[in-house]
């Protein structure tokens, strides 16, 4: 009853989103002025807020660090060799290699989507003082795994990798901006006075709300895809393999304190990122399988959700 009771608010409000755009109450121009508001405006709020306040040397730990990374690379590894010899056998015998495709195979098993559904669920589970090593993993989150996942793809093609372009769209990331704000704001030990606090905190209080009725109401945009079986592997990587090597690793490798190893063992087990379903768009390669994946595993993860929190709490 206890998982239950944290589950429930979270799912009732994904699935009200998706049932408001199923029966048109909302369409896509409704959603997209929603998402604007959510990922420009109260989210960020929400994170300089709570960046700007947290302890920080709670937050940051190399050892929490590399047991959240360690197993993000090698899923992210695994899921390029999966794709290559498992999901494309007739290709064995080519010798082009298509790096592009199976790069966004490996960010399709290993990019959990933490802003959405990770810290809604370790406030829901934890409590909200225990957001400060979430934020830690999140300013590295996207940045790795896309730099990643862009390198290895221009491996194998003419188009050459640009980090000024890519630099720039991290910096001007409205979530990796929003944590740097804060974070700058903690470190120069500079207090909000009290009326802008509260502004941004009115500001900052719909936005878990919002952002899990956006992710429900954009599921029913993407439909699984005929070939759903990439679309599942994809995602028991991501959902249940992922969180086991982070609940290893940082168990027996690291020796974590029990509290941040259930922080990252739930950030682990977020269903694949929307944002994978966009870098994918852009390199154009597993555009079906990652649309599948973004709704199978937001729905699996009721299910293993319900079975981490059993088995950490």
């Known amino acids: 009853m206890h998982i239950f009771s944290i589950i429930f608010p979270l799912i009732f409000i994904v699935a009200l989103g998706y049932g408001c755009c199923k029966l048109k109450f909302f369409n896509e121009q409704n959603i997209a002025g929603l998402s604007k508001f959510t990922f420009y405006v109260s ?23 590399m047991s959240f990374y360690i197993p993000v690379l090698c899923v992210f590894g695994l899921g390029i060799l ?5 999901l494309n ?49 999140i300013t590295f989150h996207s940045t790795l795994l896309f730099a990643l996942t862009f390198l290895i793809g ?48 009115l500001l900052a209080k719909p936005a878990i709300a919002c952002a899990l009725f956006v992710l429900g109401a954009n599921l029913a945009f993407y439909k699984i895809a005929a070939n759903w079986q990439p679309a599942l592997i994809a995602s028991i990587l991501k959902i249940f393999l992922l969180p086991a090597l ?24 977020s269903p694949v990122g929307v944002n994978a379903y966009l870098i994918a768009t852009q390199i154009k390669q597993h555009e079906a399988t990652l649309a599948g994946a973004v709704v199978l595993s937001t729905i699996l993860s009721v299910i293993s959700f319900t079975f981490w929190l059993a088995l950490l709490l």
């Not at 999966?82 to 498992?86: A, C, L, N, V």
């Not at 966004?104 to 409590?127: E, R, T």
């Not at 980090?163 to 901006?177: R, Y």
């Open 246 to 269: 982070v609940l290893l690793v940082g168990t027996y490798v690291f020796k974590l304190d029990t509290q941040i190893l259930n922080v990252l063992v739930l950030l682990s087990a």
């Open 89 to 137: 056998k007739s290709c064995l015998n080519n010798k082009a290699i298509n790096y592009q495709q199976h790069s966004v195979f490996g960010l399709a098993g290993s990019y959990s989507n933490m802003v959405l559904v990770g810290i809604p669920i370790v406030i829901a589970s934890l409590g909200k003082e225990m957001i400060a090593i979430a934020f830690m993993i």
């Open 43 to 65: 989210l960020p709020a929400f994170l300089v807020l709570n960046m700007s306040q947290i302890n920080l040397q709670q937050s940051i730990s190399l050892f929490a660090f």
């Open 154 to 201: 221009a491996k194998g093609s003419s188009d050459k990798f640009s980090w000024s372009h890519f630099g720039k769209s991290m910096v001007l990331n409205p979530i990796v901006l929003s944590i740097g704000c804060g974070l700058i704001l903690n470190i120069l030990g500079v207090t909000l006075f009290s009326d802008l606090a509260n502004s941004l905190e």
């Open 82 to 86: 999966i794709d290559r010899f498992y």
